[in-house]
């Protein structure tokens, strides 16, 4: 059962305009990285579905973080279907994250009052998505499916959408000023916040600083 309320979710999201999006196998790495991301501001993190028996890294990474990063509010990303969304919801994920759209993951998540986050390449999908009580969706894979001017398009005809960019996101100003100023409400972050050698070389502050700096640099861009 998550910490955070539904609504607490999706202003914390709105409010911080990041969600790094996280995968390691290691338990221990996850858990500095979390930390690293969380002593550099971040507040909403997404662990992905990525590997085999990723559900069990996320209880225990979700149990730390309850005891270690207080305000931490932990989802799970990478979900396509409803058996995998109730899982980690039972595991305490607080949102759920999708590359695509399942109409039976919205159910699953109304049901528990937890946010579903799919991903959407297109205008209908995203209009089918909102139908089925999605308030936050994905644009998937964002630097493919048209970047800042797809969702500048998006959110002319459709003003009450909430859109959160992922791939082809990086942390530099050029980058993320374009994603806001086209009107998004979040991104979604990867590898540019992780890079693989300064996880290998366990430089924790680098990752902070990364973090910080990518969180400054959105919150001009909102002006």
Same mark, same amino acid.
């Given at each position: 059962?998550?910490?955070?309320?539904?609504?607490?979710?999706?202003? #914390?999201?709105?409010?911080?305009?990041?969600?790094?999006?996280?995968?390691?196998?290691? !338990?221990?790495?996850?858990?500095?990285?979390?930390? *690293?991301?969380?002593?550099?501001?971040?507040?909403?993190?997404?662990? #992905?579905?990525?590997?085999?028996?990723?559900?069990?890294?996320?209880?225990?990474?979700?149990?730390?973080? *309850?005891?270690?990063?207080?305000?931490?509010?932990?989802?799970?990303?990478?979900? !396509?279907? *409803?058996? #995998?969304?109730?899982?980690?919801?039972?595991?305490?994920? *607080?949102?759920?994250?999708?590359?695509?759209?399942?109409?039976?993951?919205?159910?699953?998540?109304?049901?528990?009052?937890?946010?579903? #986050?799919?991903?959407?390449?297109?205008?209908?999908?995203?209009? &089918?998505?909102?139908?089925?009580?999605?308030?936050? @969706?994905?644009?998937?894979?964002?630097?493919? !499916?048209?970047?800042?001017?797809?969702?500048?398009?998006?959110?002319?005809?459709?003003?009450?959408?909430?859109?959160?960019? @992922?791939?082809?996101?990086?942390? @530099?100003?050029?980058?993320?000023?374009?994603? &806001?100023?086209?009107?998004? @409400?979040?991104?979604?972050?990867?590898?540019?916040?992780?890079?693989?050698?300064?996880?290998?070389?366990?430089?924790?502050?680098?990752?902070?600083?990364?973090?910080?700096?990518?969180?400054?640099?959105?919150?001009?861009?909102?002006?």
């Amino acid at each position: 059962m998550s910490r955070f309320s539904k609504i607490e979710v999706l202003a #914390t999201m709105k409010r911080t305009g990041m969600v790094p999006v996280f995968y390691n196998a290691d !338990v221990e790495i996850s858990k500095r990285v979390l930390k *690293a991301c969380y002593d550099g501001g971040v507040r909403a993190f997404e662990f #992905t579905n990525r590997g085999d028996f990723a559900h069990e890294i996320f209880g225990e990474l979700n149990r730390w973080a *309850a005891a270690e990063c207080l305000e931490m509010i932990l989802g799970a990303g990478s979900v !396509v279907d *409803a058996p #995998t969304a109730a899982l980690y919801i039972q595991l305490g994920a *607080a949102f759920i994250v999708g590359p695509l759209f399942n109409p039976d993951v919205a159910k699953v998540c109304n049901r528990r009052c937890i946010p579903y #986050t799919p991903g959407c390449g297109s205008v209908s999908e995203i209009g &089918f998505a909102q139908e089925a009580g999605c308030d936050l @969706t994905k644009i998937f894979p964002a630097g493919n !499916v048209g970047g800042p001017s797809f969702v500048k398009n998006i959110k002319a005809p459709m003003p009450w959408s909430m859109l959160m960019a @992922t791939g082809a996101v990086e942390p @530099t100003e050029e980058n993320l000023a374009a994603w &806001f100023k086209a009107g998004v @409400t979040v991104v979604g972050m990867g590898s540019k916040l992780f890079p693989k050698e300064i996880v290998a070389a366990g430089d924790w502050q680098a990752v902070s600083d990364l973090c910080r700096r990518a969180l400054d640099i959105i919150a001009r861009a909102r002006g």
